[in-house]
């Protein structure tokens, strides 16, 4: 029904900038919430923002005042600015996106991932 792909991922330096995206297509007029995600090697896979249709749910503490998630409606795209990147930001980053969240934090729609390296 919905299909996600993530880009913009990359390799930056410690206090560099990032802009994630995540194109949606197919019944895209049934997402309703949108989030981002990201696993490092060895840890599990942690929350990072979400939004449901143009307000904003929150985000992790962890990136929180240096991450900004946004949407574009009309190009049915996510967006993640990262801003002041740290080492500890190093991960494959997914977006998920779900119609109504039925199951609590059950995404139903994954992207592949992008990877995102932080050097020091």
């Known amino acids: 029904q919905v299909q996600l792909q993530e880009s913009g991922g990359g390799s930056v330096q410690a206090g560099g900038s990032l802009r994630l995206s995540c194109a949606a297509s197919?019944?895209?007029?049934?997402?309703?919430?949108m989030g981002w995600f990201r696993q490092a090697p060895g840890k599990e896979r942690e929350w990072v923002a979400s939004?449901?249709?143009?307000?904003?749910?929150g985000y992790a503490d962890s990136v929180k005042g240096r991450f900004t998630i946004s949407r574009d409606n009309a190009k049915n795209t996510l967006y993640l600015q990262m801003n002041s990147l740290k080492p500890e930001d190093t991960a494959m980053y997914y977006c998920?996106?779900?119609?109504?969240?039925?199951?609590?934090?059950?995404?139903?729609?994954w992207g592949q991932g992008t990877q995102v390296t932080v050097s020091s």
């Open positions: 197919g019944y895209t007029y049934s997402v309703v919430y």
């Open positions: 998920a996106a779900d119609p109504r969240l039925s199951i609590p934090d059950g995404w139903r729609y």
């Open positions: 939004i449901k249709k143009n307000d904003i749910i």
